[in-house]
Every structure is written in C-alpha cells, then in structure tokens.
C-alpha cells in the first residue's frame, strides 16, 4: 500500500482558490490511480476528482467541474487538486486517495487514504 499526507487546506474567501497536495510514499506511487474526496460535517464521504496513473485521463465530479483541476508529478510522488472560484458549499475535510482502478468514486473501493485537510470557504 501507500501512505498520503494531505497539505495546503485552509480558510478562504468565497471566489478565491487553494491549492491541495497529497504526498505518496512508496515506490509504487505511479501505478496507483489516485483520488480526492471531501466529507462535511453532517455528510457523506463523496467524490471530487481522479486521475489516472499516466495522468493521462481525469474525472470530475459535477460539481466541481470547471472549478477544480487534479493533476500529479509521478516523480515527486504527488497528486495536486488546484481548487478555484470556491464557494461555501466547498468546506469541507478533502481526503486524499489512492486506488488500483480508476475511475473509482465509491469510498469504500478505495485502497489506502490520508489523513485529511480542512477546507473552509467563507461567504
């Protein structure tokens, strides 16, 4: 398996962006597909964004799309999710994941995830 560290969440205004990276360890880190969920309180674990292991191929959730862009560095083991025109209903703990097919926006078919990082959009 692989293990992710999430970093970059924060507070932020409503129309502004952020920038979330997850950093892989392991060497396998190219042969994963890798995700990004976000959960609010209250909600269910639901689906933002997966990229293929080549990069090659990207999926958005509704959502998000037009908004938010996934991309990795394969070789800086890291996956980025540049999250821009935010708006309230974005807050949310993002979550990292990595997965061996793709795409995959069911949690529970996920393989290994990190930790989190808190988002908060503020109207």
């Known amino acids: 398996q692989v293990q992710l560290v999430e970093s970059g969440g924060g507070l932020v205004q409503a129309g502004g962006s952020l920038r979330l990276s997850c950093a892989a360890s392991?060497?396998?880190?190219?042969?994963?597909?890798m995700e990004w969920f976000r959960q609010a309180p209250g909600k269910e674990r639901e689906f933002v964004a997966a990229?293929?292991?080549?990069?090659?191929?990207?999926h958005y959730a509704d959502s998000v799309k037009g908004r938010f862009t996934i991309s990795r560095d394969n070789a800086k083991n890291t996956v980025y999710l540049q999250m821009d025109s935010l708006k309230p209903e974005d807050t949310a703990v993002y979550y990292c994941?990595?997965?061996?097919?793709?795409?995959?926006?069911?949690?529970?078919?996920?393989?290994?995830w990190g930790q989190g990082t808190q988002v908060t959009v503020s109207s």
């Open positions: 392991g060497r396998t880190f190219s042969s994963y597909a």
């Open positions: 990229i293929v292991w080549s990069a090659s191929s990207t």
């Open positions: 994941a990595a997965s061996t097919l793709y795409p995959i926006t069911t949690p529970r078919l996920i393989n290994s």
